[in-house]
């Protein structure tokens, strides 16, 4: 198994494992010795951190052969797998810690701006939270699936953009499917659109999908697999508009919410025309 770290001048070094502990050793050297600039590259197979504290420093990038055929595992209690510090880009892996329920982390960031941050085909797996990130700045995701036994993907922060498209939000636990923002900071202003997505939620009553801020979510063409104690969508700030191509029960929904037009299920084009309209 060979990992290799392009530097941002065009040079390269390549780092050797023949087992999953030993790709997992060569992944934390190329991560060690990444700048700012640099891409680390994985071939397929298992990469086994074995414990140790992985991390992307501030404009370093992350690629795989793809999701399913790169892996990197660890089992690492009150520890994130993988921590992202600004401007990081994932993109083609898989990462889970652990495999049974408790304090296993799977993505989380550790300053305050998150720049830039892009996830474009991975797989999260967290047995608790499967990833957080917090702060301003933007992040995109399309192509992605995230797991977590207590919540699955959450944001949280000020001045804070998402954009989600063609991803699977699965929650097995109390928490949420996703979740943006905190009740206890509704006035913070967070603006996310989310398209052709699925808010898989089951294992105790909480909420599908959460938004708290002062901003706007809005919704396209989305699906809701929710188990029947739970609420599809749950409101508290700014306003929430859904598409008629979004299947929620509107039943199970908590807040006030508005209806709109329906842009159908088209592909990345007609998401990024969303963006363009500024809905």
Known sequence: GVVTLRRANGTFTNFFGATDTARGAALLAALNAAGSGDVVHLGPGVFDLAGGNAALGTNVSLIGQGRG?????????????????????????????????????????????????????????????????????????????????????????????????????????????LGIGA???????????????????????????????????????????VDDGSFHVMRRGGPVTLDAACNFDAEKVSGVVVRAKSYGHSPSEGFLQLMRDGV
Not at 132 to 146: A, D, I, K, P, Q
Not at 197 to 222: D, I, R
Request: charged content about 15%; aromatic content about 12%; proline content about 2%.
């Open 183 to 225: 009740e206890s900071q509704p006035t913070a202003y967070i603006r996310a659109i989310i398209k052709d997505c699925v808010f898989k939620k089951s294992g105790g009553a909480s909420s599908a999908f959460f938004y708290a801020g002062y901003g706007q979510a809005s919704l396209f063409n989305c699906t809701w697999e």
């Open 69 to 177: 055929q790169t892996i990197i595992v660890n089992v690492t209690k009150s520890y994130p797998l993988l921590i992202l510090t600004r401007d990081n880009t994932i993109s083609s892996v898989t990462l889970s810690n652990s495999t049974a329920n408790g304090n296993y982390l799977g993505v989380r960031n550790v300053t305050g701006d998150c720049g830039r941050m892009v996830f474009d085909d991975v797989a999260i797996y967290g047995y608790s939270d499967g990833m957080t990130l917090f702060g301003t700045g933007t992040v995109e995701m399309r192509h992605s699936y995230v797991y977590g036994s207590s919540n699955s993907l959450s944001f949280e922060g000020h001045k804070l953009t998402i954009a989600l498209y063609d991803s699977v939000f699965e929650c097995v636990g109390p928490g949420r499917s």
